[in-house]
């Protein structure tokens, strides 16, 4: 089993930046693909980044490329998003996922095990 808990979520003018945490544990947490995703009300959750088990490859879906930075430190146990330039379509809850198999980091069937998740709202 491995817990995920995520923190850093908030209220933000657009604009404005925030630093979302994923605290792990339980298993090894280098031997997992980590990623972020984001539930807005009414919709389907979606990927939003993903890094790989060393660091050293990342993933972002078109729309937060150039603004978020995924990176994780392996020896805290912590992957992190860092948000910037937000709009109010970032607006969501925010949850980080982990992937033991790595069979396809944009899909959310792919992922083991999940975080409780973090809300961020961006103002207009």
């Known amino acids: 089993q491995v817990q995920l808990v995520e923190s850093g979520g908030g209220l933000v003018q657009a604009g404005g930046s925030l630093r979302l945490s994923c605290a792990a544990s339980?298993?090894?947490?280098?031997?997992?693909?980590m990623g972020w995703f984001r539930q807005a009300p009414g919709k389907e959750r979606e990927f939003i980044a993903a890094?790989?088990?060393?660091?050293?490859?990342?993933y972002y879906e078109d729309s937060v490329k150039g603004r978020f930075t995924i990176s994780r430190d392996n020896a805290k146990n912590t992957v992190y998003l860092q948000m910037n330039s937000l709009k109010p379509e970032d607006t969501a809850v925010y949850y980080c996922?982990?992937?033991?198999?790595?069979?396809?980091?944009?899909?959310?069937?792919?992922?083991?095990?999940w975080g409780q998740g973090t809300q961020v709202t961006v103002s207009s």
């Open positions: 996922a982990a992937d033991y198999t790595s069979t396809n980091y944009k899909i959310v069937g792919s992922y083991d095990y």
């Open positions: 339980g298993r090894t947490f280098s031997n997992y693909v």
């Open positions: 890094i790989s088990r060393s660091g050293g490859r990342t």
